[in-house]
């Protein structure tokens, strides 16, 4: 089935950094790649997704870009702000499967 | 608009007893998928319904089943629970059948297993 890998797994920047979550996945198939943001106590939000025929993406201070060659994508989020902190999550969509998460810590 | 609910929030349960857990989705969406997240885990897909059938179904056993109603909320039912069955269990909605559609979570149930 889908594996997803996803790294790091816990990412500490000073306010204003820029921080990149990278994920890889091993079904060519996987046509759809989200983003989610997971704030304690929440539930996930998407903040930004990305189609197999697009390359890369951008919504502000977040980008996700996507190689299908090398099944990898990424998040890139620039001037990062203390309230960026919470858990990241990829996930492939063809058959749905998330990452293992990322916890980014934004210290002021 | 109050976006997806889930009740109840917080449940604990012994080994080998049921579980129901219930979602609203959010108003428009007709689709509901479930999910279970284990601490420090991404989210495992339990299944989806759509038109009150079960459409799709990740890797989890015949103990966890599902019904979604005329109004298109959902239960999530567990039978004869196990020690790991204790995690967050997600409610997502959205409109349409599959997972391409963006989803809505909700803030989950956590069920604790003793």
């Known amino acids: 089935g889908e594996n997803v890998e996803q790294h790091p797994s816990t990412l500490s920047v000073q306010e204003g950094d820029s921080a990149v979550i990278k994920c890889t996945y091993s079904?060519?198939?996987?046509?759809?790649f989200p983003w989610y943001k997971q704030e304690l106590g929440k539930g996930p939000q998407l903040i930004i997704d990305i189609r197999s025929n697009v390359g890369e993406k951008k919504d502000q201070r977040i980008a996700v870009t996507l190689n299908k060659t090398a099944k990898h994508f990424s998040l890139h989020i620039t001037e990062t702000q203390p309230e960026d902190s919470a858990v990241y999550f990829c996930a492939c969509f063809q058959k749905l499967v998330f990452g293992t998460g990322t916890r980014l810590l934004v210290s002021p | 608009d109050a976006g997806v609910t889930q009740s109840p929030t917080h449940l604990i349960k012994t080994r080998g007893q049921q579980v129901t857990l219930r979602c609203s989705p959010k108003?428009?969406?007709?689709?509901v998928s479930w999910y279970q997240q284990a601490l420090g885990q991404g989210p495992q897909f339990i299944f989806q319904y759509y038109e009150e059938e079960e459409r799709q179904r990740g890797n989890f056993p015949d103990r966890f089943s599902g019904h979604q109603f005329p109004n298109y909320s959902s239960e999530l039912n567990v039978n004869a629970l196990l020690l790991g069955d204790s995690a967050l269990y997600l409610c997502a909605s959205s409109h349409g059948q599959g997972h391409y559609n963006e989803q809505f979570f909700g803030p989950g149930t956590r069920l604790t297993v003793l």
């Open positions: 079904d060519s198939a996987s046509n759809y």
């Open positions: 108003s428009g969406h007709d689709t």
